[in-house]
């Protein structure tokens, strides 16, 4: 919690930032929201945004480069995994001595312990690759979760919404018995 000049501006702009989804309707993106959060404070509140962002500009940053990371890492798998055919056209390049045809993969990092620390795919250990997989097992199962708790509400509401067939506790217990 960041307090600066009797202002605390995490709850401050935790404040505008509900305002502005309860006033948006029953459909809005995150991109929507920030757009019309910043526009709003570059109006009314510069001080607020001026210090939350510096505040925050470590973390902020750090999310970039994890996307920069991400996204090196899907371009890689969609290079290489491609539909067969693309795929042994480039192993015949690369049989044929384009060194290229097949790279990416050993300059994709990985997140290898707790400390969130990375490493190239190129100087993984065993445990450094048992690690990787592992934190990808765990999303997996996780998301399997979340798309079989999905799946059931979307057979009790049929062609109702949610809030006319569940309150927050019946949510809860339906979540609680799938983990």
Do not use: C
Not at 71 to 89: D, L, S, V
Not at 103 to 115: K, P, Q, R
Not at 127 to 156: G, H, N, P, V, W
């Amino acid at each position: 919690m960041v307090i600066i000049s009797d202002r605390n501006l995490a709850q401050d702009l935790r404040k505008m930032i509900e305002k502005e989804i309860s006033e948006a309707g029953p459909v809005w993106t995150a991109a929507e929201i920030a757009a019309r959060v910043v526009t709003k404070l570059r109006v009314y509140d510069p001080e607020l945004l001026a210090k939350w962002l510096d505040v925050n500009a470590v973390p902020v940053m750090r999310e970039t480069v994890n996307s920069i990371s991400r996204a090196g890492r899907t371009i890689t798998r969609q290079r290489n995994i491609g539909p067969t055919a693309r795929f042994e056209a480039a192993v015949k390049r690369h049989e044929q001595g384009d060194k290229t045809a097949l790279s990416g993969w050993l300059a994709t990092d990985y997140v290898i312990n707790e400390e969130n620390q990375r490493k190239r795919l190129s100087d993984m250990e065993k445990e450094d690759l048992l690690y990787a997989a592992s934190t990808y097992t765990k999303r997996a199962e996780y998301s399997t979760m979340q798309a079989t708790f999905l799946r059931i509400l979307a057979d009790k509401v049929g062609a109702g919404t949610v809030e006319q067939v569940f309150d927050d506790e019946q949510l809860s217990r339906l979540w609680r018995s799938l983990s």
